[in-house]
């Protein structure tokens, strides 16, 4: 079974500082890994993803994500946030090995930039 | 350019009457997908399909139902709305499985449905 989580309900951060959104997986296979941003009244847009190869990955809007296979971790980072980075952001995780099933999205983090 | 549309974007019905939602996507993806986001809960999955003909059920799919007659539209059924069901509704759509664009969903804007 695949799960993942998101133990931060809510971020706030100034802006400026750096900024983390934290996520956690558990999968039997390996994981394919992905980050997604909602700003209001709109739909998910698909920021990163890790499927494989080098741990760092880099998105849109300069985020970036390091994923660790030990503490099964995929933190989403920025170096310096903006106020316009203030939105809800979701992890979603699959298993390798479970076939066609659908990606599993974690509650989502609420992140506000502060001014 | 291609996209996802979800209509209406916002909703009003009463307690039992049947509500379909639309969802059609021009990425010509095979699989699409149906979730709700309620607070405190995230998204879930209530239904998904992966080409046509082809349905599946999610995590929440009780009281609602899917059909697949062409790879562009899922409509998403309530039977009988209850109020249980207000929530906001949201499409997505990907490509195959074993694709370089793999597993990646592209969201719809969302469907506000409100059961008085």
Known sequence: AQSVAQPEDQVNVAEGNPLTVKCTYSVSGNPYLFWYVQYPN?????????????????????????????????HLKKPSALVSDSALYFCAVRDSLS????????????????? | DAEITQSPRHKITETGRQVTLACHQTWNHNNMFWYRQDLGHGLRLIHYSYGVQDTNKGEVSDGYSVSR????????????????QTSVYFCASSDSYGLDDTDTQYFGPGTRLTVL
């Open chain 2, 69 to 84: 007659s062409n790879t562009e539209d899922l409509p998403l059924t309530l039977e009988s709305a209850a109020s249980s």
């Open chain 1, 42 to 74: 709109r739909g998910l847009q698909f920021l990163l993803k890790y499927i494989t190869g080098d741990n760092l990955v880099k998105g849109s809007y300069g985020f970036e994500a390091e994923f660790n296979k030990s503490q099964t971790s995929f």
């Open chain 1, 99 to 115: 076939g066609n099933t659908p990606l599993v999205f974690g509650k989502g983090t609420r992140l506000s930039v502060i001014a």
